[in-house]
């Protein structure tokens, strides 16, 4: 059992290049979110998705879309990279059980992005 | 509309106790709390769902004051393996993923 798997782990970036952050999970969970992660700052949620072709902005979407076509994948792309979105990017899968109410959310291991 | 914690960092030797606060300007309908070491990805701890309702993960704990929109986590007798980072996540009703996160808490504890 993978759990949340992200792709890359590593990536450089210049100013201006578009890339997709790739996610996927093999929980079968509904819900799917993005965080980023900058000192100082803790975990800021980007976007996430409540199923398949769901999808709502967090608390910092400008400059990333997403999409939900699967349970399984939900990518993240940066249209316009830009040295700002440096950061460690993570993807976060968790499921709604209404008989224990809101359940943990399982984290991938993280993209660490810099953007030069 | 992320939650605060306190303190920022707190370092403990071994043994010693630890309380980690985190508040909400915003209404709290559950609160998550997780740690994350160094380089690793966050792992859950626990999740507080009613007021003033208190739960335990080994010698860690923690209570909810929803009147107070308030959590607190407590760490007894720390051990070294306790070292990282804590964040309390607040959550909006309609669903567990879109969690607010503080902005995290360095426990550091020496032998």
């Known amino acids: 059992n993978a759990g949340v798997t992200q792709t890359p782990k590593f990536q450089v970036l210049k100013t201006g290049q578009s890339m997709t952050l790739q996610c996927a999970q093999d929980m079968n969970h509904e819900y799917m979110s993005w965080y980023r992660q900058d000192p100082g700052m803790g975990l800021r949620l980007i976007h996430y998705s409540v199923g398949a072709g769901i999808t709502d902005q967090g608390e910092v979407p400008n400059g990333y879309n997403v999409s939900r076509s699967t349970t399984e994948d939900f990518p993240l792309r940066l249209l316009s990279a830009a040295p700002s979105q440096t950061s460690v990017y993570f993807c976060a899968s968790s499921y709604y059980n209404p008989g224990q109410g809101s359940p943990e959310a399982f984290f991938g291991q993280g993209t660490r992005l810099t953007v030069v | 509309q992320q939650p605060v914690q306190s303190p920022q960092a707190v370092i403990l030797r071994e043994g010693e106790d630890a309380v980690i606060n985190c508040s909400s300007s915003?209404?709290?309908?559950?609160v998550h709390w997780y740690r994350q070491k160094h380089g690793e990805a966050p792992v859950f701890l626990m999740i507080l769902l009613k007021g003033g309702e208190q739960k335990g993960h080994d010698k860690i704990s923690a209570s909810f004051n929803e009147k107070k929109q308030q959590s607190s986590l407590y760490l007894t007798a720390s051990q070294l393996s306790y070292s990282g980072t804590y964040f309390c996540?607040?959550?909006?009703?309609?669903?567990?993923?879109?969690?607010?996160f503080g902005t995290g808490t360095r426990l550091t504890v020496i032998p």
């Open positions: 915003k209404a709290l309908y559950s």
């Open positions: 996540g607040r959550q909006q009703q309609t669903g567990a993923n879109n969690l607010f």
